[in-house]
């Protein structure tokens, strides 16, 4: 009895702690040139109070008036935006916790206050997003999805590697799907990892990717695909209505011919997208624009594939080069679809910058303007990881996610990379206290 008392003790101390939190004095912070993360231009003389984890009010400086007790930042002749969001990482397969905090914590400390985690072992992602959330450790939040593929894509070794204890294919997280699946049952059960979506991968059909999509979308999911899905094409992809597409190299297969697996994969000829417009290409865009599709181009990683095979030419030739996949993203923003600023990568330990500068590196080549890729890494971003509602731009009732910066970073987008603060859930994070990552922290190729 006694152990019990004490155990229920300790959950009032904690339950009286967390209403403190909740009650937790106010921030103002004021005289800011703000970036709200719609894509509007810029607002100086700005003030934005934050309470507890969420904005209360947005205002010119002379129509808030700091509340007793509030801090007041004065962030004269600096700049205010939404925390940035990296639409494609992966943070466990296989699992490795150290390298995960190292990559959240550069992250974190270089202004990313949300990722997708597309797909992983979710049993310790799971983990992860709720230590993140909890701020135990310094981190982005984490919206994650449960992949689904056709049976013959289990033999991939990171579903090895992602799946420890369990039969490939056989996890809520990782499930294969073929037309006998219960899909309803399928969905339930990658509901039940906590994940915000689907994430449909490769080898199944497009009849079954329409179904899938319906049922997420049924049972309250999004569903984040790849752009081809073999023998799944782009065309059926589409068709079935995903929210979200990953890797701007597989539309190429609208053009070049969809191979009947993953595996069965060979590189393209970049040839037909390099000179105007692809019109084959162009009717895809159309039909994004139209639905409001959103393409996750992760075109920084195809350039990192030429560097990589150009200092090791044994390496197997990749799908598309990177001139390839910035001619097919350029179209894409040409187009006007939306595009979110995703890695599918890890910079080296000693890069002090989240791999996503080197996404928004990527953009600015291409010829998108700094306030175009601030705006996909922010409101596209937030979309693309279903929290429109929560996250995205500087807005009453959003979370208090934020970047103070001393650069204007609509007049260069390498002007992220003078940030002061990062605020994630109103909690501030200085620059200064970064603890930057050691050799052997994160796997990389050195
Ligand atoms: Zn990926």
């Known amino acids: 009895m006694g152990l019990r008392l004490t155990v229920f003790a300790a959950i009032a101390l904690l339950a009286a702690g967390a209403v403190r939190a909740a009650e937790a004095p106010a921030t103002l ?14 607002r100086p003389g700005m003030s934005v109070l934050v309470e507890g984890e969420r904005i209360k009010a947005v205002a010119p400086d002379a129509g808030l008036a700091a509340p007793a007790g509030a801090t007041v930042v004065d962030l004269t002749g600096k700049f205010l935006a939404p925390g940035l969001i990296d639409s494609h990482e992966h943070l466990a397969t296989p699992p490795n916790r150290h390298a995960a905090e190292a990559n959240m914590r550069r992250d974190l ?27 135990e450790v310094p981190a982005p939040d984490i919206y994650y999805a449960a992949l689904m593929a056709g049976p013959s894509f289990f033999v991939d070794p990171r579903t090895h590697a992602a799946n420890f204890g369990v039969e490939p294919g056989k996890a809520p997280w990782m499930q294969s799907i073929d037309a006998k699946t219960d899909l309803r049952n399928a969905v339930t059960l990658a509901k039940g990892t906590s994940a915000t979506a689907i994430k449909i991968y490769a080898n199944l059909p497009g009849d079954l990717v329409k179904k899938i999509t319906a049922e997420a979308h049924r049972q309250g999911m999004a569903v984040w695909a790849h752009t081809t899905v073999y023998p799944a094409t782009a065309v059926d992809v589409l068709a079935a209505r995903v929210d979200v597409v990953s890797h701007t190299c597989g539309l190429g297969h609208a053009v070049a011919g969809t191979p009947a697996t993953y595996q069965a994969r060979t590189p393209m000829d970049p040839t037909p997208f390099l000179g105007a417009d692809n019109p084959v290409i162009a009717r895809l865009y159309d039909t994004m624009k139209a639905q409001g599709t959103i393409l996750d181009a992760t075109v920084s990683i195809y350039a990192e594939q030429d560097r990589a095979r150009a200092a090791n030419p044994k390496l197997k030739p990749a799908l598309c080069s990177g001139a390839m996949a910035a001619a097919l993203t350029k179209q894409a923003w040409r187009a006007g679809v939306p595009i979110t600023t995703g890695t599918d990568w890890q910079a080296p ?3 002090p910058w989240p791999t996503v500068s080197h996404e928004f590196a990527a953009l600015a080549k291409l010829g998108m303007s700094p306030a175009e890729i601030l705006h996909s890494a922010t409101e596209v971003g937030a979309r693309a990881a279903g929290q429109a509602a929560d996250m995205g731009t500087v807005a009453p009732g959003k979370l208090a996610n934020l970047i103070v910066l001393t650069r204007d970073p609509t007049a260069d987008i390498e002007n992220l990379k003078s940030l002061e603060l990062t605020i994630k859930r109103g909690r501030a994070y200085a620059r200064s206290a970064f603890k930057p990552l050691a050799k052997g922290d994160i796997e990389d190729d050195e």
């Open 349 to 351: 330990w000693d890069d």
């Open 109 to 135: 400390y270089g202004g990313v206050t949300a990722i997708r985690d597309m797909a992983d072992d979710l049993r310790s992602v799971g983990e992860l997003a709720r230590e993140s959330r909890a701020a």
């Open 29 to 42: 912070y004021r005289h800011a040139t703000l970036i709200d993360g719609t894509g509007g231009p810029s």
